[in-house]
Protein backbone atom coordinates (compact mmCIF):
# COMPACT_ATOMS: atom_id res chain seq x y z
CA UNK A 1 0.00 0.00 0.00
CA UNK A 2 1.18 3.66 -0.69
CA UNK A 3 -0.12 7.06 0.94
CA UNK A 4 2.12 8.94 -1.20
CA UNK A 5 -0.58 10.28 -3.92
CA UNK A 6 -2.64 11.74 -0.99
CA UNK A 7 -5.75 9.63 -1.84
CA UNK A 8 -7.93 8.66 1.02
CA UNK A 9 -7.70 5.13 2.42
CA UNK A 10 -10.61 2.48 3.52
CA UNK A 11 -9.79 1.89 7.40
CA UNK A 12 -10.80 -1.36 6.16
CA UNK A 13 -7.63 -1.83 3.92
CA UNK A 14 -5.37 -1.26 6.82
CA UNK A 15 -3.12 -4.25 8.73
CA UNK A 16 -3.11 -2.97 11.64
CA UNK A 17 -0.32 -3.96 14.35
CA UNK A 18 0.31 -3.13 18.30
CA UNK A 19 -0.33 0.47 19.55
CA UNK A 20 2.79 2.36 19.18
CA UNK A 21 1.19 5.64 20.94
CA UNK A 22 -1.68 7.07 23.09
CA UNK A 23 -2.45 10.54 23.23
CA UNK A 24 -5.47 12.72 24.51
CA UNK A 25 -6.59 12.92 21.18
CA UNK A 26 -6.28 9.60 19.34
CA UNK A 27 -3.97 6.74 19.70
CA UNK A 28 -1.74 5.79 17.18
CA UNK A 29 -1.09 1.79 15.77
CA UNK A 30 1.70 0.32 13.54
CA UNK A 31 0.52 -0.07 9.98
CA UNK A 32 1.46 -3.60 8.06
CA UNK A 33 2.97 -3.49 4.32
CA UNK A 34 6.00 -1.42 3.11
CA UNK A 35 6.05 2.40 3.71
CA UNK A 36 7.15 2.08 7.95
CA UNK A 37 3.61 3.63 7.92
CA UNK A 38 1.92 5.09 11.13
CA UNK A 39 -2.25 5.17 11.37
CA UNK A 40 -3.60 8.14 13.93
CA UNK A 41 -7.16 6.56 15.12
CA UNK A 42 -9.31 9.60 16.24
CA UNK A 43 -10.48 9.07 19.78
CA UNK A 44 -13.28 10.96 18.77
CA UNK A 45 -13.56 11.03 15.11
CA UNK A 46 -16.75 13.26 14.71
CA UNK A 47 -15.00 15.97 16.05
CA UNK A 48 -12.14 15.72 13.68
CA UNK A 49 -12.82 18.40 10.82
CA UNK A 50 -12.04 16.31 7.81
CA UNK A 51 -11.62 18.87 4.64
CA UNK A 52 -9.18 20.57 7.14
CA UNK A 53 -7.00 17.50 7.52
CA UNK A 54 -7.70 17.58 3.79
CA UNK A 55 -5.88 20.60 3.58
CA UNK A 56 -3.08 19.52 5.18
CA UNK A 57 -2.84 16.78 3.18
CA UNK A 58 -3.44 18.50 -0.15
CA UNK A 59 -0.24 21.24 1.10
CA UNK A 60 2.22 18.53 0.94
CA UNK A 61 0.57 17.22 -2.63
CA UNK A 62 1.16 20.91 -3.79
CA UNK A 63 4.75 21.20 -2.67
CA UNK A 64 7.61 20.94 -4.84
CA UNK A 65 9.84 17.79 -4.67
CA UNK A 66 12.43 19.23 -2.99
CA UNK A 67 10.27 20.60 -0.49
CA UNK A 68 7.77 17.67 -0.06
CA UNK A 69 10.90 15.36 0.88
CA UNK A 70 12.25 17.94 3.39
CA UNK A 71 8.82 18.02 5.20
CA UNK A 72 8.49 14.16 5.26
CA UNK A 73 12.30 13.95 6.64
CA UNK A 74 11.55 17.17 9.63
CA UNK A 75 7.64 16.25 9.77
CA UNK A 76 5.12 13.55 10.67
CA UNK A 77 3.40 15.03 8.20
CA UNK A 78 -0.59 13.41 7.33
CA UNK A 79 -0.16 11.84 4.12
CA UNK A 80 -3.74 10.66 3.46
CA UNK A 81 -6.73 10.96 5.47
CA UNK A 82 -7.95 7.21 6.28
CA UNK A 83 -12.23 6.75 6.34
CA UNK A 84 -14.11 4.39 7.85
CA UNK A 85 -18.51 4.71 6.12
CA UNK A 86 -17.78 7.84 4.85
CA UNK A 87 -15.65 9.17 8.06
CA UNK A 88 -13.03 10.23 8.35
CA UNK A 89 -11.18 7.98 11.55
CA UNK A 90 -7.63 9.53 11.53
CA UNK A 91 -4.60 9.61 9.25
CA UNK A 92 -1.48 7.63 7.98
CA UNK A 93 1.76 9.36 8.70
CA UNK A 94 5.59 8.04 8.59
CA UNK A 95 6.98 6.35 11.61
CA UNK A 96 10.13 8.70 12.70
CA UNK A 97 13.39 8.50 12.09
CA UNK A 98 15.22 5.59 14.25
CA UNK A 99 17.84 7.99 14.83
CA UNK A 100 15.29 9.29 17.15
CA UNK A 101 14.66 6.62 19.38
CA UNK A 102 16.36 4.80 22.29
CA UNK A 103 16.66 1.28 23.37
CA UNK A 104 15.89 1.29 27.59
CA UNK A 105 17.33 -1.31 29.83
CA UNK A 106 14.13 -3.40 29.47
CA UNK A 107 14.46 -3.45 25.60
CA UNK A 108 11.93 -1.36 25.14
CA UNK A 109 11.79 1.69 21.91
CA UNK A 110 11.34 4.77 23.12
CA UNK A 111 11.23 8.53 21.04
CA UNK A 112 14.18 11.03 22.01
CA UNK A 113 11.85 14.00 23.06
CA UNK A 114 12.87 17.55 23.53
CA UNK A 115 12.61 16.67 27.58
CA UNK A 116 16.21 14.94 27.26
CA UNK A 117 17.48 18.06 25.94
CA UNK A 118 15.84 20.15 29.07
CA UNK A 119 16.93 17.92 32.27
CA UNK A 120 20.26 17.06 33.12
CA UNK A 121 20.89 13.78 32.30
CA UNK A 122 19.93 10.53 34.36
CA UNK A 123 20.94 6.78 34.68
CA UNK A 124 17.31 5.55 33.66
CA UNK A 125 18.20 7.14 29.97
CA UNK A 126 21.79 6.49 29.76
CA UNK A 127 21.44 5.65 26.33
CA UNK A 128 20.60 8.60 24.78
CA UNK A 129 23.36 10.69 23.17
CA UNK A 130 24.08 13.78 24.77
CA UNK A 131 24.72 16.50 22.53
CA UNK A 132 27.85 18.26 22.69
CA UNK A 133 27.69 21.86 23.72
CA UNK A 134 28.53 22.55 19.41
CA UNK A 135 25.82 20.03 18.81
CA UNK A 136 23.28 21.76 21.18
CA UNK A 137 23.61 24.81 19.09
CA UNK A 138 23.32 23.56 16.44
CA UNK A 139 19.86 21.81 17.12
CA UNK A 140 18.44 25.23 18.64
CA UNK A 141 19.43 26.82 14.57
CA UNK A 142 17.91 23.79 13.43
CA UNK A 143 14.72 24.20 15.58
CA UNK A 144 14.11 27.55 14.30
CA UNK A 145 14.64 26.95 10.49
CA UNK A 146 12.17 24.39 10.28
CA UNK A 147 9.43 26.62 12.21
CA UNK A 148 10.65 29.94 9.69
CA UNK A 149 9.78 27.20 7.13
CA UNK A 150 6.64 26.32 7.99
CA UNK A 151 5.49 29.87 8.85
CA UNK A 152 6.72 30.55 5.19
CA UNK A 153 4.71 28.02 3.79
CA UNK A 154 1.80 30.03 5.54
CA UNK A 155 1.26 27.64 7.86
CA UNK A 156 0.63 28.19 12.08
CA UNK A 157 2.52 25.17 14.13
CA UNK A 158 0.22 26.03 17.38
CA UNK A 159 1.31 23.30 19.94
CA UNK A 160 4.99 22.64 21.19
CA UNK A 161 6.34 21.15 23.81
CA UNK A 162 9.08 19.05 25.34
CA UNK A 163 6.79 15.76 23.41
CA UNK A 164 5.95 16.69 20.05
CA UNK A 165 9.80 18.05 18.88
CA UNK A 166 12.18 15.33 18.62
CA UNK A 167 15.89 15.07 17.88
CA UNK A 168 19.10 13.69 16.87
CA UNK A 169 22.65 13.94 17.00
CA UNK A 170 23.16 11.35 14.70
CA UNK A 171 24.60 11.11 12.16
CA UNK A 172 24.33 15.02 12.62
CA UNK A 173 22.07 17.22 14.57
CA UNK A 174 18.08 17.23 13.27
CA UNK A 175 14.51 17.76 14.48
CA UNK A 176 11.43 16.05 13.73
CA UNK A 177 8.14 17.88 14.44
CA UNK A 178 5.04 15.27 15.34
CA UNK A 179 1.26 15.94 16.14
CA UNK A 180 1.24 17.42 13.09
CA UNK A 181 -2.57 17.43 12.23
CA UNK A 182 -2.52 19.81 15.05
CA UNK A 183 -0.44 22.36 12.71
CA UNK A 184 -3.29 24.72 10.35
CA UNK A 185 -3.28 26.82 7.87
CA UNK A 186 -3.00 30.71 8.65
CA UNK A 187 -6.21 31.84 8.28
CA UNK A 188 -8.36 28.31 8.77
CA UNK A 189 -9.56 26.47 11.81
CA UNK A 190 -7.60 23.35 13.40
CA UNK A 191 -8.60 19.81 12.26
CA UNK A 192 -9.10 19.40 15.98
CA UNK A 193 -9.81 21.59 19.12
CA UNK A 194 -6.05 23.05 19.49
CA UNK A 195 -4.23 21.30 22.44
CA UNK A 196 -1.88 23.62 24.73
CA UNK A 197 0.26 22.06 26.72
CA UNK A 198 1.08 22.79 30.81
CA UNK A 199 3.86 25.44 30.83
CA UNK A 200 4.60 25.85 27.13
CA UNK A 201 1.78 28.19 26.37
CA UNK A 202 1.48 31.91 25.59
CA UNK A 203 0.71 33.39 28.88
CA UNK A 204 -0.87 36.19 26.88
CA UNK A 205 -3.11 34.24 24.09
CA UNK A 206 -6.65 33.02 25.31
CA UNK A 207 -6.99 29.50 25.74
CA UNK A 208 -6.99 27.61 22.57
CA UNK A 209 -5.63 30.68 20.90
CA UNK A 210 -3.16 29.71 17.78
CA UNK A 211 -1.40 32.70 16.21
CA UNK A 212 1.74 32.80 14.39
CA UNK A 213 2.92 34.86 17.28
CA UNK A 214 2.43 32.58 19.85
CA UNK A 215 4.07 30.24 17.45
CA UNK A 216 7.14 32.73 17.68
CA UNK A 217 6.61 32.93 21.85
CA UNK A 218 7.00 29.21 21.91
CA UNK A 219 10.10 29.11 19.75
CA UNK A 220 11.38 31.58 22.28
CA UNK A 221 11.12 28.86 24.75
CA UNK A 222 12.70 26.11 22.71
CA UNK A 223 15.30 28.30 22.53
CA UNK A 224 16.21 29.29 25.93
CA UNK A 225 15.46 25.64 27.33
CA UNK A 226 17.53 23.73 25.05
CA UNK A 227 20.29 26.37 25.68
CA UNK A 228 20.40 26.64 29.16
CA UNK A 229 19.05 23.10 30.11
CA UNK A 230 15.84 24.37 31.65
CA UNK A 231 12.94 22.83 31.69
CA UNK A 232 10.96 25.70 33.02
CA UNK A 233 12.49 29.19 32.16
CA UNK A 234 10.44 31.21 30.05
CA UNK A 235 11.09 34.98 28.91
CA UNK A 236 11.04 37.40 31.56
CA UNK A 237 12.75 35.19 33.65
CA UNK A 238 16.55 35.04 34.25
CA UNK A 239 18.19 33.21 31.51
CA UNK A 240 21.29 30.85 32.43
CA UNK A 241 22.98 29.56 29.73
CA UNK A 242 24.95 26.21 29.70
CA UNK A 243 28.82 27.02 29.31
CA UNK A 244 30.27 26.56 26.01
CA UNK A 245 27.32 26.63 23.81
CA UNK A 246 27.48 30.30 22.29
CA UNK A 247 29.97 32.45 22.27
CA UNK A 248 30.00 36.12 23.94
CA UNK A 249 28.37 37.35 20.50
CA UNK A 250 25.69 35.16 19.97
CA UNK A 251 25.74 35.32 24.04
CA UNK A 252 24.86 39.07 23.72
CA UNK A 253 22.17 39.06 20.76
CA UNK A 254 20.06 35.85 22.70
CA UNK A 255 19.82 37.90 25.73
CA UNK A 256 18.36 40.46 23.84
CA UNK A 257 15.75 38.63 22.05
CA UNK A 258 14.79 36.80 24.42
CA UNK A 259 13.98 39.81 26.88
CA UNK A 260 11.77 40.70 23.93
CA UNK A 261 10.22 37.94 23.80
CA UNK A 262 8.15 38.07 27.02
CA UNK A 263 6.75 41.68 25.43
CA UNK A 264 2.71 42.14 24.47
CA UNK A 265 1.31 39.98 21.57
CA UNK A 266 2.48 41.48 18.18
CA UNK A 267 6.26 42.05 19.48
CA UNK A 268 7.52 38.76 19.92
CA UNK A 269 10.90 38.48 17.47
CA UNK A 270 10.50 36.91 14.92
CA UNK A 271 12.02 33.80 13.69
CA UNK A 272 14.71 35.30 11.18
CA UNK A 273 15.85 37.37 13.63
CA UNK A 274 16.57 34.40 16.32
CA UNK A 275 18.41 33.03 12.70
CA UNK A 276 20.48 36.34 12.75
CA UNK A 277 21.16 36.45 16.58
CA UNK A 278 22.30 33.07 16.62
CA UNK A 279 24.52 33.37 13.70
CA UNK A 280 26.34 35.61 15.47
CA UNK A 281 25.84 38.93 13.96
CA UNK A 282 26.16 42.36 16.21
CA UNK A 283 23.43 43.94 15.26
CA UNK A 284 19.86 42.43 15.16
CA UNK A 285 17.49 43.99 12.89
CA UNK A 286 13.89 44.50 14.71
CA UNK A 287 11.17 43.19 12.13
CA UNK A 288 7.90 44.83 12.53
CA UNK A 289 5.12 41.84 13.51
CA UNK A 290 3.30 40.90 10.33
CA UNK A 291 1.43 37.84 9.42
CA UNK A 292 3.37 35.05 7.83
CA UNK A 293 2.94 34.83 4.14
CA UNK A 294 0.80 32.19 2.80
CA UNK A 295 1.99 28.89 0.75
CA UNK A 296 2.97 29.64 -3.07
CA UNK A 297 1.20 26.14 -3.50
CA UNK A 298 -2.05 25.63 -5.93
CA UNK A 299 -4.90 26.38 -3.55
CA UNK A 300 -7.57 24.37 -5.94
CA UNK A 301 -6.14 21.27 -4.50
CA UNK A 302 -7.96 22.10 -0.53
CA UNK A 303 -11.04 22.02 -2.38
CA UNK A 304 -11.98 18.33 -1.59
CA UNK A 305 -10.33 15.11 -1.05
CA UNK A 306 -9.45 13.11 -3.71
CA UNK A 307 -11.49 9.07 -3.65
CA UNK A 308 -10.35 5.43 -4.09
CA UNK A 309 -12.79 3.12 -5.36
CA UNK A 310 -15.66 3.42 -4.00
CA UNK A 311 -15.40 5.24 -1.27
CA UNK A 312 -17.94 8.32 -0.12
CA UNK A 313 -16.89 10.56 2.01
CA UNK A 314 -19.25 13.01 3.80
CA UNK A 315 -17.37 15.20 6.47
Request: hydrophobic letters at 40%; aromatic letters at 6%; one cysteine or more.
Amino acid sequence: MSADDGADVPLGGLTLGERVGDGGQGEVYDVGGPGRLLYKSYREPHKADGNELAALVALRQGLAASDRARLDRETAWPLCRVVDAGRVTGFLMHRAPDAMTWRTSRGDTRLTELSYLLRAPKAAWQEVAQPSPAERYALVVAVVELFRWLHELGLVVGDVSQANVLWTVRPGPAPYLLDCDGVRLVGRPPVLQQADTPDWHDPLAPPGTVTVDSDRYKVALVVGRVLSQDAYTAPGKPLTLLPGVLDDRRENAVRALWGQAAGPTGSRPHLAQWRTALAGRETIKLIAAAPAPRPAVDRSKFDGPRQRGRISLRD
